[in-house]
């Protein structure tokens, strides 16, 4: 264990400490309680509904129905793992760790990072220079504002995560570009954070999530192309020239096989040894071309394989046809019929409605109102009479969905 990590670990001897534990309200005390408050902001994001979706998620290949493929949960997971190895090794707060990682992709759209870049061109920006929509700042915007936990008294209220969470978040943008990352000193506004990864971490902490989260999709999209046979021979033997010149494996005496677990010990090894609280979190320059060489391959091979961009023309219909769905319902939403608009889908109808009446000012003439939701202590986010609004409203509703629960509803709409 690297012991000059301690100085800096964000825990009750950290004069950061407070600021890091500040939540918007007061959470209830049980008397008894025997976690840490990072602690307690696990639990809630565990129990949250959208981390629940997750299991059907997708990681990399969309909509998998192999039971073996990486879901965005079982990323998530991974990354809790590494970053869990890292935090022990050098000795800083591993329950923070913990929920930051645990908690990182709640706001991740369905069909990856694809479906990220159709709800971020619906808003009007396919530049990719500073998106409207992404998935760091969803990530945020869900634990505040969707996401909510049930009290003692049986009140869903919101998950209300301390700021040191709160911030790892929106900070945990995994693209990796500088030798080395040290937290920010500054306490800021996260929502006037306008670009994914454009702002470090508040803690160490976030910084080694942030890093976990690039090493563990590296390793694994890398098996679950094999897997689904993605790399080709020719490609495969690139990938071990690239993985021998680092590691010095010697594949004649090894077979063909490159195991991805292998690859992200030896990049967690690497950089455990060589960060320290002078230099910050980094690689060794050899690791950290590794590391470059790694995400150029899967670029290539794997992320722009011709298969995966014919399902992206897939994904894209579907989110587009269920946007303009929603968008055809915004005139009926002030006079609170939405129902009656979608009265031939009642898959879409009840799911949409029940979100408007949960997370708007809507008042449904119908089935639902807001005695239905009275267990919900929740703030009216979106204004149902403007239309900005109502299309911020339904972006983040179909942010929430699952890929099988977008094909359904794609397919109630196009079916007759």
Sequence with gaps: MKNSFFSVRLDENNALYEQAIKREHALYERGNSIRSEFDRDYTRLINSLAFRRLKHKTQVFLAPTNDHVCTRMEHVI??????????????????????????????????????????????????????????????????????????????????????????????????????????????????????AGSVQPFSWEGCVVKIADKIAYLGRDLEDARRYHIIDMTAYRELREIVAKTMGINFNNTGNAVNASVIVNALVADLCEQSSVEKGLCFSPNYFDFLSELKAFNIEYIYNHWRLVEFEKYATLVIRTIFDMLMRTFSYASSGKVGLCLKYFPLLRDSWEDWLVKHSNYESAGTFDRTNAIHYDTVSVFDCTKGDSYTKCAIEYISGMTDQFAIAIFNEIISF
């Design 78 to 195: 991974h990354v809790k793992s590494v970053s869990e190895t890292i935090a022990k090794y050098l000795g800083l707060n591993t329950d923070l760790t913990s929920a930051i990682a645990i908690g990182h992709d709640i706001g991740h759209a369905p069909f990856g990072h694809h479906g990220e870049n159709c709800l971020n061109a619906i808003l009007g920006d396919e530049s990719g220079i500073q998106k409207k929509f992404w998935h760091e700042r969803n990530s945020l915007f869900f634990a505040d504002f969707i996401e909510t936990v049930q009290d003692p008294t049986g009140i869903e209220r919101s998950l209300n995560l301390t700021y040191a969470v709160r911030d790892g978040l929106i900070c945990h943008c995994g693209e990796i570009e500088e030798l080395s990352i040290k937290p920010r000193k500054e306490v800021i506004d996260l929502y006037s954070i306008k670009r």
